[in-house]
């Protein structure tokens, strides 16, 4: 639910309406990601793995808020994953794990299977959208026995002011 909740927050922002969906309710081929995946690799004290979306291309233009994309869409897949992987990595704040990112690539998915075969977990997250579907993987080994709950999060929240 922790990056379910946060990919809808992302798109919400953004002004796509997107919904999540079981994925067997999904079309053959949106059942796995899209050429090219923007991926995450993480790592933390028992946590450890790859966060990777893909989306249709219609979703990432239907996106408000964004400049131009004169090159084409793949710097924006990469900064949406960035941005997922910064929520995901901010929820997770709160049950005492500070995530160590990597910055975001794109793979194709043969690649990412293959770097994700030996991870003991595999979660997915499909949506829907007017422009088409998203899918989100979450792939590593992570110890949910160190997840430990606390009211404090160490980092401050969306649209705080951080003085250096």
């Not at 994309?69 to 960035?82: P, S, Y």
């Not at 595999?122 to 992570?142: C, P």
Request: negative net charge; hydrophobic residues 45%; glycine residues 8%.
């Amino acid at each position: 639910m922790l990056v379910q909740g946060a990919t809808v927050e992302l798109f919400h922002f953004y002004g796509v309406a997107i919904a999540p969906v079981d994925a067997g309710e999904l079309r053959e081929e949106a059942r796995g990601h899209l050429a090219p995946t923007s991926t995450v690799t993480f790592h933390a004290p028992g946590f450890s793995g790859v966060l990777a979306l893909s989306a249709n291309p219609g979703v990432y233009r239907a996106m408000t808020e964004l400049p131009p994309m004169l090159e084409g869409i793949d710097d924006w897949m990469r900064e949406v994953a960035n941005q997922l992987m910064g929520k995901v990595k901010s929820r997770l704040a709160r049950f005492q794990i500070a995530l160590h990112t990597e910055l975001p690539q794109l793979r194709l998915p043969v690649d990412l299977e293959r770097r994700t075969r030996t991870c003991k977990q595999h979660f997915a997250y499909a949506f829907r959208t007017l422009k088409g579907e998203v899918f989100v993987t979450l792939s590593g080994d992570f110890d949910e026995g160190s997840l430990v709950f606390s009211n404090a999060s160490p980092l401050p929240l969306d649209g705080k002011v951080i003085l250096f």
